[in-house]
DNA sequence: CTAAGTGCAAATAATTTGCAACATG
DNA sequence: CATGTTGCAAATTATTTGCACTTAG
């Protein structure tokens, strides 16, 4: 599925999974419109839950995880690893890299060119090709670099 | 304690455990004696368990686990984080980055200056400090590259 | 109807913690 | 002998799985 055409609207995605022998159920399409919803926003698999749940109270954390396996597999979300164990999702789009921030958790998106020269120095170098979009760099933010001056 | 001057010697580390007034143990010997052998190995905490209990059949994994932040805070010894949900742990030295092949596993220790640029343009655009030390950096070795080609 | 999807509870995996028994300095 | 350490078992966190029961199409 190239990237562009990916769709942003919660019914095409109930038809994709339709078209692919899926099933639209209130619980997915309560997670859909909650992805979709947090636009670029990251959210954790549990925060997801959380906000499904406002409008489905009952579905179990599973299918929560199981939709968005099923979603990712059809190519519409996107999931990468933040600094601690938890997962993050977002509509699938644009690859590009995810800054994070060690003392505040904020994520900040980076184009994928940024990446382009480090990308070639390595593979030259190490024969390695890197993939810095699926797990996010860890740093501070300029606010928390300041602050960790006083108080790390 | 800068990194230069870190011991590289089990007895010699457990002078500065008890000089920070801890106590030398058989099982504090034992893991130390496992990083030190293990020379630029990044071994994950379940490996260093294994092989400290080859020689204390006995220790706890909680005991590893406690000796292994105790290390960390005497600043003898660093953790970082790779692909799954593992810690690899390797004795303290120069800053370096880590790149991870997400098919064999292996890791490449790459030195820290490759990164150098990356960090200026980010810092200058979006005004954040990478410190890509602490978790690797995903991608393919040029092996695994060539497999996947044919077998992802 | 019937295969896809779901809830529930138990299973993982990697760590962490409380606490009483130990053992080093 | 006092305090740092340890073993054990239970708690955590994030996710996964087995299975019988629902339900969308």
Redesign the pocket.
């Known amino acids: 599925v190239a990237a562009s055409q990916v769709p942003r609207d919660t019914d095409a995605i109930l038809d994709l999974?339709?078209a692919g022998?899926?099933?639209?159920?209130?619980?997915?399409r309560a997670t859909i419109d909650v992805i979709l919803a947090a636009g670029d926003e990251h959210l954790?698999?549990?925060e997801i839950l959380r906000r499904v749940r406002t409008t489905?109270p009952?579905?179990?954390?599973?299918?929560v995880?199981?939709?968005l396996?099923?979603l990712e597999d059809l190519g519409v979300i996107s999931h990468l690893h933040l600094a601690?164990?938890?997962?993050a999702y977002h509509p699938a789009g644009a690859r590009h890299q995810h800054l994070v921030c060690r003392r505040c958790g904020a994520v900040t998106d980076v184009p994928d060119t940024v990446f382009d020269e480090l990308a070639t120095v390595i593979d030259a170098f190490y024969g390695f090709s890197i993939d810095a979009s699926h797990v996010a760099l860890q740093g501070h933010c300029s606010a928390c670099r300041t602050a960790a001056a006083t108080t790390p």
Chains 1, 2 share one sequence.
């Open positions: 999974l339709r022998g899926g099933r639209a159920t209130a619980s997915r954790a698999a549990g489905v009952d579905v179990a954390e599973s299918t995880y199981r939709i396996a099923s601690n164990g938890a997962s």
